[in-house]
Each structure stands twice: as C-alpha cells, then as structure tokens.
C-alpha cells in the first residue's frame, strides 16, 4: 500500500470557522490532489499540485486554498467553513509516467460543519 | 467537457450470479482504470487498460477497454459477497492535461450471500 496518512480523520466544526486537512505521504511522489466525494457527485478535484509551491485548481476550488512547502505534504485550507463543505476529503498521489497514470488514495477525512 | 458515465447506477446479486458494469463516454481516452471503493475507505486500483480493444484479467473480474477507447467494462463471474463496493471508472487523455483524472459516478454493487 502506497504510504499515505491523512488528519484528523473525523472533524466536527462550526460555520465560519477556519479547518486544515493534512496529507502526508512517504513515497516522495510529484503530483498530490485533493478531492471532495458526495453522493450524487462523485469524486470532485479541489486542488491539485505538481511540485513544492506549485499548485493549481481544479474544478471545485472556491472556498478552498492549499499549500505545498514540502514534497511530503499538502495542506487543504477552508478559510471559513460552511455547511455546504461538509463532505468526505480524500487526498491523492500520483508520479506520472508513461501513457497512464494512476492515484494513491489515502484513507479520508469525514468532515462535517454545523 | 469530457464525461465518462457509468452504468448502472447501482446492482444489488446473488453470491455466485454473473455482472457486467459499464464506462462510457463520446470522448477518446488514452487510457481508462477501474478502481474499486469500500465503505470508509479511498479508491483502490484495479486496473488499467491502454489499448484498443485490451482484454485484462484479475481473477473473477474481466476488464475491457473498447476498440475506439470511448468505453470499457467490468465483467464479474460468480460474484462473491467479498466483491461489494463502488466501481469506479475514470480516464486520461493525452491531448489535454493529463495529470487530472477524469472520473465516472461508479456503480454501486451489493453482492447479498
């Protein structure tokens, strides 16, 4: 199993309130990504990044930040939780190669604000 | 946009009954995976097929990708309760960015004993 952690695994928070996911990972892959998975919706991107500092969004970005000041972690931010952010968070790798690529997943994190 | 739906939506068997899931879209991947899900758990990766018409398989679980690379299935024979989770499918294409995975909804099986 590839080596990623993920924290807290459960949170219960408030409206307005600022939360911080972590994803750490051993296996010092390039391309790490958070997702966002609610019925009906699937697995949805948030963020993602290719490198240390370098991030990008993806289709589901607002109300999110992330940063990435090491290889090994990345950091999802809700600068002001609302309700509609409570969802299962995954974080994911990935060190592309050839024609396919595949992703690592970590275990989620169940976040629910009130 | 590219789409990849799956289908169906949900599939509730009988342990030892057959299946097949499907993946489709109107859009051209190099490459198609299969991942599976458990409850309280991420993705897993099955497999990956890259070629046209690629026929791959994993013990019960027979994958194929379609010869235009728009579509792929999974086929499960005799089906065991073990097998329960979401299927997942989800494709790259070469032509756009291909760090980002294009994701189906799944399908959502329950294998009863």
């Known amino acids: 199993d590839a080596g990623i952690t993920q924290s807290p695994r459960h949170k219960v928070t408030e409206t307005g309130t600022p939360v911080t996911l972590r994803c750490h990972q051993t296996?010092?892959?390039?391309?790490m990504y958070w997702y966002r998975q609610d019925p009906g919706h699937g697995l949805r991107l948030i963020h993602y990044?290719?490198?240390?500092?370098?991030?990008d969004k993806g289709e589901v970005s607002d109300g999110y930040s992330v940063s990435r000041s090491k290889t090994e972690d990345f950091l999802l931010t809700l600068e002001s939780a609302t309700s509609s952010q409570t969802s299962v968070y995954f974080c994911?790798?990935?060190?592309?190669?050839?024609?396919?690529?595949?992703?690592?997943f970590g275990p989620g994190t169940r976040l629910l604000v009130l | 946009t590219q789409l990849l739906e799956q289908s169906p939506q949900f599939l509730s068997i009988q342990e030892g009954e057959n299946l097949t899931v499907y993946c489709n879209s109107s859009?051209?991947?190099?490459?198609l995976q299969w991942y599976r899900q458990e409850p309280g758990e991420g993705p897993v990766l099955l497999v990956t097929?890259?070629?046209g018409g690629e026929v791959k398989k994993l013990k019960r679980l027979t994958f194929q990708f379609g010869d235009a690379r728009k579509d792929s299935s999974l086929h499960i024979t005799a089906a065991q309760t073990g097998d329960t989770g979401l299927y997942l499918c989800?494709?790259?294409?070469?032509?756009?960015?291909?760090?980002?995975?294009?994701w189906g909804l799944g399908t959502s099986l329950a294998v009863n004993p």
């Open positions: 989800a494709g790259t294409n070469n032509a756009g960015n291909n760090r980002k995975l294009i």
């Open positions: 859009s051209v991947f190099s490459s």
């Open positions: 097929v890259v070629t």
């Open positions: 296996e010092n892959h390039r391309y």
């Open positions: 990044s290719y490198g240390v500092k370098d991030t």
């Open positions: 994911a790798i990935s060190d592309l190669g050839g024609r396919a690529e595949t992703q690592y």
